[in-house]
């Protein structure tokens, strides 16, 4: 069964940084499109970043741009969002996604989805 599992999140305080991760189980994620989303209370999902299979990264989010990083890890099946110098307004749940080979900031067109993982900037 596909799964992925984000993890990473918590209480931070503003100007800190996390590594937030995706795991999958029953899929191989080096052949897919993955990207990183948010959604704030009262918010639509917004995509911050995705890493296609063949491609760098694709930045979507302008205010986070200059602040995060993506990578993959093949080995052990997992994608990681590191967000620098989080600002209180990065406070929403952080969402990875999959979809087929290339890159979209349209959340509507992942196939999968993972759970969340809340992220709260605060002093």
């Known amino acids: 069964q596909l799964q992925l599992v984000e993890s990473g999140g918590g209480l931070v305080q503003p100007g800190e940084s996390l590594r937030l991760s995706c795991a999958a189980s029953?899929?191989?994620?080096?052949?897919?499109?993955i990207g990183w989303f948010r959604q704030a209370p009262g918010q639509e999902r917004e995509g911050i970043v995705c890493?296609?299979?063949?491609?760098?990264?694709?930045y979507y989010a302008p205010s986070t741009r200059d602040r995060v990083t993506i990578s993959r890890d093949n080995a052990q099946n997992t994608v990681y969002l590191q967000i620098d110098n989080l600002k209180p307004g990065d406070t929403a749940d952080y969402y990875c996604?999959?979809?087929?080979?290339?890159?979209?900031?349209?959340?509507?067109?992942?196939?999968?989805w993972g759970q969340g993982t809340q992220v709260t900037v605060s002093s």
């Open positions: 029953g899929v191989t994620l080096a052949g897919y499109a």
């Open positions: 996604a999959m979809r087929n080979y290339y890159c979209s900031e349209t959340p509507h067109e992942y196939h999968y």
């Open positions: 890493v296609s299979a063949e491609h760098g990264p694709s």
